[in-house]
């Protein structure tokens, strides 16, 4: 095969376009991995300041632990989680041995945990849309 000089300069030019379609697609990914981490930080850091009983399987753990426990299991889950709402199923919605829901007891009542975070992540994420 016979290379014209018309072929040699798309060459440089398909390997320009190739580089910055992917150095793009990088940040792009980069910025919403981002996003992501700065709403399980948020999240993580509601459950510890909440002042909140959590209920896993029958025993009740204060805020901080229940903040440890889900960074522990998040450490386990993090290569499913891609969005925060993956983050609270993998860690803060059930045992993944016993299949018993987590519950947060807050002034007297009792809410599904996931239920609980998913309100608390609507309401940081509207605040951010608004300044």
């Known amino acids: 095969m016979c290379w014209t000089t018309t072929q040699f ?5 398909a390997f320009i376009y190739l580089l910055l379609t992917v150095t793009a ?8 991995e981002i996003a992501t ?7 993580l850091d509601f459950v ?3 002042r909140c009983n959590f209920n896993r399987n029958g025993t009740v753990h204060k805020s901080l632990e229940a903040r440890q426990h889900m960074e522990l299991k998040y450490g386990y889950a993090k290569r ?9 199923k993998y860690t803060a919605t059930q045992s993944t041995i016993s299949k018993r829901p987590y519950h947060v007891v807050c002034d007297g009542q009792q809410i599904p ?9 609507k309401k940081y994420r509207d605040n951010n849309l608004k300044g």
């Open 9 to 13: 300069r798309f060459i440089p030019n």
């Open 37 to 43: 981490d700065q709403e399980i930080t948020h999240l």
């Open 113 to 121: 945990s996931a239920e609980w975070l998913i309100g608390e992540l």
């Open 48 to 50: 510890e300041h909440s």
């Open 25 to 32: 697609n990088a940040f792009a990914a980069t910025e919403q």
């Open 80 to 88: 499913w989680v891609g969005t925060a709402e993956d983050f609270i």
